[in-house]
């Protein structure tokens, strides 16, 4: 007997009423981590907006707009990748409790400064480089750590899916509040909102429980020098992952500092405010959400990687319409299909790369370099691209980003064949499938 469509959706309509947490997030020691991190990352990226902001506001060019957000993260590229061979060594809850608390430091000079009206652009260069230099020690600790926190390793893409929603979602209001805020309050109630975001991240580490991780003794015995080239041969012999990587660097270096650019077009081509600016950040944020609520929503890891060409090439095109607009409206729409699929891509990408990372001991290595290619990359797009719209215009430069992300979409789609049948045998070794699929 054949159902009908009533009995259809009354089975739909049960589905969606039993809906259940993803497995992750039923321990109380992974939400508790997760939802103190999100919090600092809140704050992190209120302050990075709220820089942005008053830097064009002291010194109205997009030159020193792009340096400032260079040097906020150029130390990513120097020593992040030495990073990793650190963290594979070193006990990650003093590390992270160690870049929390230099933190609260930083963001609470941040707001002094701006509050007494000491701040300029020397301040603002000095500062983003000493908590450029704490990212590179704590974003590779907080992808690193979130394996050691579960207890069933089958739940390991359900909390990297899981730790990405969160994560992404925080990144993406973070600066749709910061641009009401500044229009309302100033730059220096971000900075404060910062320094006390990191007290929740501050007990979380010190009260969840971290699975220790049988290390390879060799490792720190040889020398720190042998232990990173290994971490970069592995890197690139193991296809997937080096492909993924790639295509990272092109997607930070293209397209990510659009973030960086919305400040300069909210007020040059829409003639608008920093309220416009938090819109158009709102928009973004929205469709951030929406694709993290679908990563969280799927069952497993199969498909991925035809998504992530995908959403790269959409962002690419959402780039390129979204610099050709002049109209708020329009703006709007496209800066959600930006927001939706830059998440997509680069939270993708990570679940990916850390999903079928198998060996534990070089985690920290691995996850470090591809840090690195956010930490390392973006800031010298920030600086590119600064200077690009500096001379050719901010539409011009959203434009070409757009372009280029589209081409390592294409490079990437044409390499996905090699990559399934890499990844076919892994996905079954972990018990991610039920049974061996093209990734």
């Not at 150029?74 to 963290?87: E, K, N, Q, R």
């Not at 990144?171 to 805020?181: A, T």
Request: with cysteine.
């Amino acid at each position: 007997m054949i159902p009908s469509n009533r009995e259809n959706f009354q089975k739909e309509k049960l589905k969606f009423v039993s809906f259940e947490l993803p497995p992750a997030l039923k321990s109380v020691n992974f939400s508790c981590f997760v939802i103190g991190e999100s919090l600092s990352f809140f704050g992190s990226w209120m302050t990075q907006i709220a820089l942005v902001w008053l830097v064009y506001q002291l010194t109205n060019s997009a030159v020193l707009v792009g340096v400032a957000g260079f040097t906020n993260q150029a130390m990513g590229l120097v020593i992040t990748p030495l990073v990793g061979v650190l963290l594979d060594r070193w006990n990650l809850r003093y590390v992270l409790l160690t870049t929390q608390l230099v933190s609260i430091l930083l963001s609470s000079t941040l707001t002094f400064l701006t509050l007494s009206g000491n701040i300029n652009v020397v301040w603002i260069i000095l500062i983003g480089t000493l908590q450029g230099t704490v990212k590179a020690f704590d974003l590779p600790a907080r992808q690193v750590i979130i394996p050691r926190l579960l207890d069933k390793k089958s739940d390991t893409y359900s909390a990297l899916a899981s730790h990405s929603f969160l994560i992404n979602t925080a990144k993406f209001v973070s600066p749709m509040i910061g641009g009401l805020v500044i229009a309302r309050s100033g730059a220096a109630s971000c900075f404060l909102v910062d320094s006390i975001s990191y007290l929740p991240f501050v007990s979380a580490i010190l009260t969840v429980k971290v699975n220790p991780v049988i290390h390879n003794a060799s490792n720190h015995k040889s020398q720190i020098w042998n232990n990173l080239k290994e971490g970069f041969v592995y890197a690139y012999k193991f296809l997937p992952i080096k492909y993924l990587l790639i295509l990272q660097i092109i997607v930070c270096f293209m397209g990510m500092t659009y973030v960086n650019l919305v400040p300069i077009f909210a007020q040059e081509v829409l003639k608008g405010n920093a309220e416009t600016m938090g819109y158009l950040m709102t928009a973004s944020a929205l469709g951030s959400i929406i694709s993290g609520v679908y990563l969280i929503s799927r069952k497993n890891i199969m498909g991925l990687g035809t998504i992530i060409a995908s959403s790269t090439a959409i962002l690419g095109l959402g780039l390129i319409i979204f610099s050709r607009s002049t109209n708020l409206n329009t703006c709007l729409i496209f800066m959600f299909i930006i927001g939706m699929n830059n998440s997509l891509t680069l939270a993708s990408i990570s679940n990916f790369m850390q999903s079928i990372l198998l060996e534990e001991d070089k985690r920290g290595r691995v996850t470090s370099i591809f840090t690195t290619g956010f930490l390392g990359i973006l800031p010298f797009g920030n600086l590119f691209f600064g200077a690009l719209a500096g001379y050719f215009g901010v539409s011009n430069a959203l434009m070409f980003g757009g372009i280029c992300c589209i081409l390592g979409a294409y490079f990437f789609s044409r390499q996905l064949p090699k990559i399934g049948k890499i990844v076919d045998p892994i996905y079954a070794q972990l018990g991610l499938l039920p049974q061996s699929n093209k990734g």
